[in-house]
């Protein structure tokens, strides 16, 4: 079951380890819904459960690190008594931005290696993109999934707006994966607002960014119509 943050997450120092850090700091306010969006259920599991399992399906020797409100982890742990899950994983408390909450899961961590930040509203990432953003992490120290953008796009300006070239854009996903020490040393940097996803810290600290492909169908879980668009996805799997 899981386990105290108390301690850090430690080990051998070889540079293989691999690590995923799932940062769970929804509320249900934009799913109209007094539970928050990671604990809602589809086909009878959690959302945030569905998120564990597509990364565990892979076989892969990962070690999971869940970062939640503090006020949500009792909740969290409760779920997993009910619904006897079973995935090892230690829990850390969140921060008042997501910027935060990151930083204190990496925190937690004290070996090389690679590490995996994903949304825990995303439980449709599949196999294919996980696997790729590893591999490709390891050759150029990071890899940030990214998908086309298939409609037209407008630049608002002041009084007017412009069309943009959407082959010029990508919608970005998680997982962005990195060499911990890269990402930690990232983190030492002071909290700004455009510090939207761990790729932004990575490249203010003066990294470069790898994009890879990503899936279609891993979506953000944010509104009531991505819970069912999720659901349809998943019979479809």
């Given at each position: 079951?899981?386990?105290?943050?108390?301690?850090?997450?430690?080990?051998?120092?070889?540079?293989?380890?691999?690590?995923?850090?799932?940062?769970?700091?929804?509320?249900?306010?934009?799913?109209?819904?007094?539970?928050?969006?990671?604990?809602?259920?589809?086909?009878?599991?959690?959302?945030?459960?569905?998120?564990?399992e597509?990364?565990?399906?892979?076989?892969?020797?990962?070690?999971?690190?869940?970062?939640?409100?503090?006020?949500?982890?009792?909740?969290?742990?409760?779920?997993?008594?009910?619904?006897?899950?079973?995935?090892?994983?230690?829990?850390?408390?969140?921060g008042?931005?997501?910027?935060?909450?990151?930083?204190?899961?990496?925190?937690?961590?004290?070996?090389?290696?690679?590490?995996?930040?994903?949304?825990?509203?995303?439980?449709?990432?599949?196999?294919?993109?996980?696997?790729?953003?590893?591999?490709?992490?390891?050759?150029?120290?990071c890899?940030?999934?990214?998908?086309d953008?298939?409609?037209?796009?407008?630049?608002?300006?002041?009084?007017?707006?412009?069309?943009?070239?959407?082959?010029?854009?990508?919608?970005?996903?998680?997982?962005?994966?990195?060499?911990?020490?890269?990402?930690?040393e990232?983190?030492k940097?002071?909290?700004?607002?455009?510090?939207t996803?761990?790729?932004?810290?990575?490249?203010?600290?003066?990294n470069?960014?790898?994009?890879?492909?990503?899936?279609?169908?891993?979506?953000?879980?944010?509104?009531p119509?991505?819970?069912?668009?999720?659901?349809?996805?998943?019979?479809?799997?």
């Amino acid at each position: 079951m899981t386990k105290s943050s108390e301690k850090t997450v430690s080990g051998n120092s070889n540079p293989m380890n691999k690590y995923i850090l799932i940062v769970a700091g929804g509320s249900g306010s934009r799913m109209g819904n007094n539970t928050p969006k990671q604990f809602l259920e589809i086909y009878g599991k959690p959302v945030l459960m569905h998120t564990f399992e597509s990364f565990f399906s892979t076989k892969q020797n990962f070690k999971y690190i869940l970062v939640l409100p503090e006020d949500q982890i009792q909740f969290w742990k409760d779920l997993c008594e009910k619904h006897i899950f079973n995935i090892p994983h230690i829990i850390v408390p969140g921060g008042s931005e997501r910027y935060f909450s990151v930083k204190n899961g990496l925190q937690t961590v004290s070996e090389n290696g690679f590490i995996a930040v994903h949304d825990g509203v995303r439980p449709l990432v599949s196999k294919e993109t996980i696997i790729r953003c590893f591999e490709e992490a390891e050759k150029h120290g990071c890899a940030i999934p990214c998908i086309d953008i298939p409609e037209s796009i407008r630049q608002i300006t002041e009084n007017a707006s412009h069309a943009e070239d959407r082959t010029k854009y990508k919608i970005i996903q998680t997982p962005q994966v990195f060499s911990i020490s890269l990402l930690q040393e990232a983190y030492k940097l002071p909290y700004e607002k455009s510090f939207t996803d761990d790729a932004s810290v990575f490249e203010k600290a003066g990294n470069k960014i790898h994009l890879v492909k990503g899936n279609e169908e891993n979506i953000k879980i944010t509104k009531p119509t991505d819970l069912l668009i999720a659901e349809v996805l998943m019979k479809m799997k």
